[in-house]
């Protein structure tokens, strides 16, 4: 920097915000100097137990669109594959003083970890470090009393532009990014996975307003029809191609737009903007508790408390079973083998798959919540871990729903469409008998050539009336009921400043926590 001392470098630290519009670091690190655009592709991350090749993929594609924006501003991305505080000491080293912005992140115990090591570096170095709130969620928290209403006013806050240009560093810049971030991360095949990156999440956003989601509210729940009816932007909202605060008003400024006439239309895009609105809600729970991704809040629902574990063979073949899509349930073996070949499904076949794992094959959450988030390329810690807990019934706080897979396959996939669409072995069974084909005599199974499809790992009645037993005995007693106020007190949303999807103004109303709904997300 010599003959530049008296300007000190702005570096803009991307995380899980890979864009440039609507950034609020970006823009007030362009308005105090020069702009040094970095990103750190950090080993220890990716070899995380959650972290998987189709993320990777996702995260690549995204952060060269982010190059290509940089670079058209004038201001280079930065590219350092390493551990973040030597990358700080290589940048305090060659820069000499700088201000570091960056955004706040809630995603994994070790990234909290390290963001803390990042502000003791920082304070240590007389380096200025500003993070800016990203999402809906606060920081520091001490109540949800007024949380919504908080939300609801940041969401409808006018959105950071982009910058018009960048002033950058000469030689700075313009290294390739890493074609594979760890040794440890496995490859991992995902033939039907989303591209990643701005352009291709803008794209989806317009599709799902205009066309795909004009009846999003009656198409989200079936696999025969939310992959093209849903918005297919939780991906993109998990890595910040596109903003939540962008993407919602947006979906109002579209819904605006609409004619009263419209009103299958309206409703659908008043259903999406109320599920905006539970994202934020399921992020805040982990950033007041960041050890859920390790247990469930509830200490009577652990895994230990309630003997959920893999510790003998007959476990571990039934987690084998449900992770490779081979229970002899049938639509529960089409959407794991969905969501082994495209990294996602739609949200009631996630919470049927999570309610099967650990409810009728009492397999531990920890070990069924890990292997989901590697097939999820949308996998975002705040709202997995919170759903996997509500959906195995380890929450005491809300409504313990127990899946019978043969009564969603009949009522989401009647004909069995979607069953033989992932289930080739099953092609050739009557549509009358796709939902269970084990009930069939033997001589008709051999008719149909159903090969080596399996018999089910379990009887589906049976076990689901054990586990709701075990569970009820556990949510029923005098420390339950502590536990469930606790909770709530804790993580429940508050009815004052719920936003209305009838687009009527938020009753301002004032009472107990209440529970969320069961299903809220993954549209």
Not at 275 to 283: A, G, V
Not at 411 to 424: A, H, S, V
Not at 490 to 496: D, F, M, P, Y
Request: aromatic content about 8%.
């Amino acid at each position: 920097m010599h003959g530049r001392s008296h300007v000190v470098p702005q570096v803009v630290w991307f995380k899980r915000d890979l864009r440039v519009a609507d950034h609020a670091p970006l823009c007030a690190a362009a308005l105090a100097g020069p702009v040094v655009p970095l990103l750190v592709i950090e080993p220890s991350l990716w070899a995380e137990a959650s972290a998987s090749g189709r993320q990777w993929e996702f995260f690549l594609e995204s952060a060269q669109d982010l190059q290509t924006a940089l670079q058209s501003l004038g201001a280079p991305l930065v590219v350092r594959h390493a551990e973040v505080l030597p990358v700080l000491a290589e940048l305090k080293a060659k820069l000499g003083p700088f201000a570091l912005w960056g955004h706040e992140e809630t995603f994994t115990l070790q990234s909290y970890a390290r963001d803390k090591a990042v502000r003791q570096w920082c304070r240590a170095h007389q380096v200025a470090f500003q993070e800016r709130p990203n999402f809906g969620v606060r920081r520091p928290h001490p109540s949800r009393d007024g949380w919504a209403a908080a939300w609801e006013a940041q969401i409808q806050t006018a959105q950071h532009p982009v910058p018009q240009k960048l002033l950058g560093l000469p030689n700075w810049g313009n290294e390739p990014l890493p074609r594979w971030p760890s040794p440890h991360l496995k490859a991992d095949s995902c033939p039907g996975r989303q591209r990643g990156g701005r352009t291709a999440g803008l794209t989806l956003l317009q599709s799902f307003l205009s066309t795909r989601g004009v009846a999003y509210h009656a198409r989200l729940s079936s696999p025969l029809t939310a992959a093209s009816a849903c918005s297919r932007l939780s991906a993109h909202l998990a890595y910040g191609t596109l903003g939540l605060r962008e993407v919602y008003q947006a979906t109002q400024h579209h819904l605006a737009q609409l004619p009263s006439s419209a009103t299958t239309h309206r409703r659908a895009l008043q259903a999406y903007l109320s599920r905006l609105f539970w994202h934020c809600h399921f992020m805040q729970k982990l950033e007041d508790e960041p050890a859920q991704e390790l247990r469930p809040p509830n200490p009577l629902l652990t895994d230990a408390a309630l003997g959920r574990t893999l510790a003998n063979a007959e476990q571990q073949a039934r987690f084998t079973a449900w992770a490779t899509g081979n229970t002899g349930w049938p639509l529960v073996d089409a959407v794991m083998r969905e969501l082994l070949a495209t990294g996602w499904c739609t949200f009631r076949m996630r919470a049927m798959l999570v309610s099967v794992a650990t409810q009728h094959l009492w397999l531990p959450t920890r070990a069924v919540g890990l292997h989901l988030a590697r097939c999820f390329t949308d996998y975002e810690p705040g709202i997995h871990w919170p759903q996997i807990y509500m959906q195995a019934g380890a929450t005491g706080a809300n409504l313990c729903r127990i899946y019978n897979p043969l009564k969603q396959g009949l009522e989401q996939d009647p004909d069995g469409k979607f069953i033989t669409r992932w289930l080739p072995e099953l092609r050739h069974v009557p549509a009358c008998w796709r939902h269970q084909p084990y009930a069939a005599p033997a001589e008709l199974r051999e008719q149909w050539g159903m090969g080596a499809y399996p018999a089910p790992v379990a009887e589906e009645s049976a076990a689901r009336r054990s586990a709701s037993a075990r569970l009820h005995g556990v949510r029923q007693s005098p420390q339950a009921f502590t536990e469930k106020a606790r909770i709530l007190a804790k993580h429940g949303s508050r009815k004052a400043g719920l936003p209305m999807i009838n687009n009527r103004p938020s009753r301002q109303q004032h009472g107990p926590a209440t529970q969320p709904p069961t299903l809220p997300l993954f549209g």
